[in-house]
């Protein structure tokens, strides 16, 4: 096993670990402050914040340390790797670096959006000095706009280049160059050259300053005012990791989570942007009953005792179901609704709702040389797919109706042609898109004797159903999805139900006499695991932070978990 000396301390690397000083440190504890490098990008030792004092213990015991200060994102440990995160040289070095920085930098802080999430706040409070010596003229650079999405305020940069990295690395794109040198460097793109490839928002994640900023989100919330919850983003079935992050009732960002089995430290902008349909202004808001030919609001109590009058007259009357299922359900929801189908007749059909597909997968694949300017030698690269397909739980759901149904999964298009044999059709909906069905399609579903719809937003079907639930968004429910790999992964609600509206799960359990307590997905999921073998790994319905794989077994990533944060926050988690 390979011991490493932090501060004097002895401390056993994670077998197979491959860090340099600040994974290591930090693994156990100990920061190491730095702004240039990112775990995902190669190493170009810039910006000097994270150097420290390097040596080596050999076998007889003696330590030598290398006469000065090392790049800790540059030194790589092993067996015997002696590190000094908190001598007086060291600490003093990291002032002076604090202050070198901060030479032109404006005292923007109260109007910036970076505020509260900074770097340079954060180091400047832990490792800086209260004192700013510099008397000469400022430099001052202009503020750009990069793209219709993203501006550059050029006179907060540090020059990291992360962003500059990020598109030659990662997406290949290399729309961000360095214009000019020293002090008057500059990040830029070419005339006519925006930065507008599909992955463009991850700039604004990876700097660690205001310099670039996110339009849409500008002066919109300071970010002390948001809670963040762990969800997953529901724009395809790549199933990314994100923070989604609201106040006062509504989303007002969404950020990537770190997940090294699926999106790494990355969103695509399709995802970044896909928040606003959570506070879209054509969402179901309650329950109605179609009467006379128009739609009246109803009650919860009326809207469930009709209902359920209604449909146990037609089943007794031996009337078949067809059950469409939204590939936008959770495992759970998919699971009770089934459930309750099953309980209500054997006469039903189950079937898979529109599945969306959109061009092709676009995969990134960084290989670990080509288009990087800095060492490789510690990255691992991983490749981020935007998948064609625009769903994220086709496969869970898959997995529940195959259960239920013992047989292949009805696509919608063939369900369609089963609406002449089945008088009930009932649709469990979820997209947060409201044209997920076209006119023609629910014209041929309204020709069931009754039509039955739970779903969120206004719709083309919601016109014409008879009974019509709206229910909690992506965003009011938690519960699992099961993306394009066989990854089953939790999600949390990031806000709170609208008035008027339940999650799916509650309004089921109502519809099958169960009860009224709010219903816990991750019992319901228990529940899935001991009856569906595809979810058998989720045992009590307990899910690890990055996942399940339900069909095979995890690679060994002894650096995964790496928050790319700022604050010592992060340590906790690490
Ligand atoms: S814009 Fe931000 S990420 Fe890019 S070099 Fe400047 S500080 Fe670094
Ligand atoms: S790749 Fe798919 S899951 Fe990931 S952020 Fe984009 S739309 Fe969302
Ligand atoms: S993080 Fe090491 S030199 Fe910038």
Known sequence: MATIIIDGQNYDLPEGAKFNAIQAARHFGIEIPYYCWHPALSVVANCRMCEIEVGSKDASGEIKMLPRLTPGCQTPVRDGTVLVTDSVKVLEHRKNIMELLLINHPLDCPVCDQAGECGLQDYSYSHGRAEHRFVEERNVKPRKEVSDLIVLNTDRCIMCTRCVRFTREITGTAELQVMRRGDHGEIAIFPDHPLDNPLAGNVVDLCPVG??????????????????????????????NISSEENAGKVWRHKPRHNPYVNDYWICDEGRYGYKSANAPDLLAGSYILDGGDHHGATSDRFFKRLNEDLTHRILDKQSVLAIFSPFLSVEEAFSAASWVKHLTNRNTMALGPVSVLGQDQTYSPDKLTGRSGDTSFLVPRPFTISAEKSPNKAGVSFVINHFQGSNVVSFEDALKLVPSNPIVIV?????????????????????????????TINVLADAADYVAGMATFAEKAGSYVNRDNRLQHFDAALPLRDGVWTLLDILAILRGVGRSPIESRTILAEAAEKILALAKAVGGQVPEFGLNLTGQDALIPDAGFQDDWTMASLAKA
Do not use: M, Y
């Open 211 to 240: 310099a670039l900023l996110d339009k849409d989100f500008l002066h919109n919330q300071r970010v002390w005012f948001l809670s963040k919850h762990d969800t997953i983003c529901t724009g395809c079935s790549t199933g990314c």
């Open 428 to 456: 469990f909906g979820g997209s947060p898109n409201s044209d997920w069905i076209t006119p023609e399609q629910s014209a041929e579903i309204r020709k069931a004797e009754r039509v039955i719809l739970f779903d969120t």
